[in-house]
């Protein structure tokens, strides 16, 4: 035995269960980025950067917002996502990871109800661990298993703030939730919906806005607007009230005892958010790849998820994995989903749609995912 024999240990059980993760590199067509509108390479974000350098940004923030690590180009950014979203203020994170930890270990006070689908993003279960509120999970996408929960709340005597958490797109399943009805749930009782924009944000919604679009600017919405995913850059933004932004400053320990983003990252995401606005052909042209996929996938008997994440759930997951393979092999880049990522028996192929393929490869991949479940089936 040796001091890594314990590490060493669970790698071999994690292999034996087909679960050891590995680095793998970029090959074939991307099938498995979340570029979804193909902004990350684009030349618009480029030179945005270039232009942020000639103004004289620099690459590192050289400490946290509220040291000297507050630039020009980080308030920029959030009066412009404000006025974008529609929200009253808006606040930039390194990370959405660190910004749904930051809401759900600040936010919620004790006395208070976290209610959260079962099917949440892990960055919200590692907020829990730090919360001070209760918290119980609902049923996914069960608005009344949500106001079942508040209900038992009030009757065992619990008199504070429900805090409805949900993805408004869920990243696995590729299915929406039901974001009217759950807000309608915490203006009801009282409560807020801190709602996870991480999927739509900059792809759905009327003026890709996200599902939350129309409930922006309420008192009772809280959103987590990813800047990695849709908008091709880094960060995240949180927009709601200006009082839970400016408690954010206050008491949010990821935000203050973390290095800002760097003001590039800013300049970039600030374009990004102009480029969603000046070029809505690129959502008409991502829709169009989900309803081919949506074609292609009912004619192999898959009911498919009506968004830009499509899931081939396969079950076991040496299958998950033989059919990854198989698609990789034949120049697809599309990865495989496991447990714990997804509950147990339900590893699937991930089909993320993206601009960086063209329409013919949305079909063609489809085709080399049927040939793989026939050869499975043989």
């Known amino acids: 035995m040796t001091r890594l024999s314990r590490f060493e240990t669970a ?24 570029d979804y509108l193909g902004l990350a390479a684009s030349p618009r974000l480029a030179e945005a950067v270039r232009e942020a350098i000639g103004r004289g940004a620099p690459v590192g923030a050289a400490g946290s917002r509220l040291l000297r690590g507050n630039h020009p180009e980080h308030e920029a950014l959030e009066a412009e996502a404000a006025a974008f979203f529609g929200a009253e203020k808006a606040l930039y994170f390194g990370a959405g990871f660190s910004a749904n930890v930051a809401l759900i270990q600040t936010l919620p006070q004790r006395g208070d109800l976290v209610v959260h689908d079962e099917l949440i993003h892990a960055s919200v279960h590692d907020g829990l661990k730090g919360c001070r509120a209760e918290t119980v999970a609902f049923a996914h996408n069960d608005a009344g298993a949500a106001e079942d929960a508040i209900r038992a709340f009030r009757e065992r005597g619990g008199t504070g703030a429900p805090w409805i958490a949900a993805e408004s797109l869920y990243s696995m399943d590729g299915d929406r939730a039901p974001v009217a009805e759950l807000m309608a749930l915490a203006e009801r009782n009282d409560g807020f919906l801190l709602l996870d924009e991480a999927h739509a944000t900059g792809v759905l919604g009327a003026r890709g806005r996200g599902l939350g679009e129309t409930f922006e600017g ?32 206050n008491r ?28 809505p052909a690129r959502r008409a042209a991502l829709a169009r790849r989900v309803a081919i996929a949506e074609g292609k996938l009912a004619g192999l008997g898959l009911r498919g998820s009506g968004s830009h994440i499509q899931p081939v759930i396969l079950g076991r997951n040496a299958r998950a994995l033989r059919a990854a393979r198989a698609v990789r092999a034949a120049g697809f880049d599309c990865r495989a989903i496991r447990p714990p990522t997804v509950p147990e028996g339900t590893a699937r192929l991930r089909i993320s749609l993206t601009l960086n393929v063209a329409e013919a490869d949305v079909a063609a991949l489809i085709d080399a995912i049927g040939a793989q479940i026939q050869e499975e089936a043989a």
């Open 11 to 34: 790698l071999e059980g994690l292999s034996r269960k087909d679960r050891l993760r590995g680095l793998a590199p970029r090959e074939g067509l991307d099938f498995a980025s979340n």
């Open 218 to 249: 309420r008192e009772a919405l809280v959103s987590t607007h990813t800047c990695g995913k849709g908008l091709g850059c880094s960060g995240a933004l949180v927009t709601g009230p200006a009082a839970i932004v400016d408690f954010l400053v």
């Open 252 to 279: 949010a320990r990821p935000f203050i005892y973390a290095t800002a983003p760097s003001p590039l990252a800013a300049a970039a995401v600030r374009e990004a958010l102009r480029m969603v606005e000046d070029e």
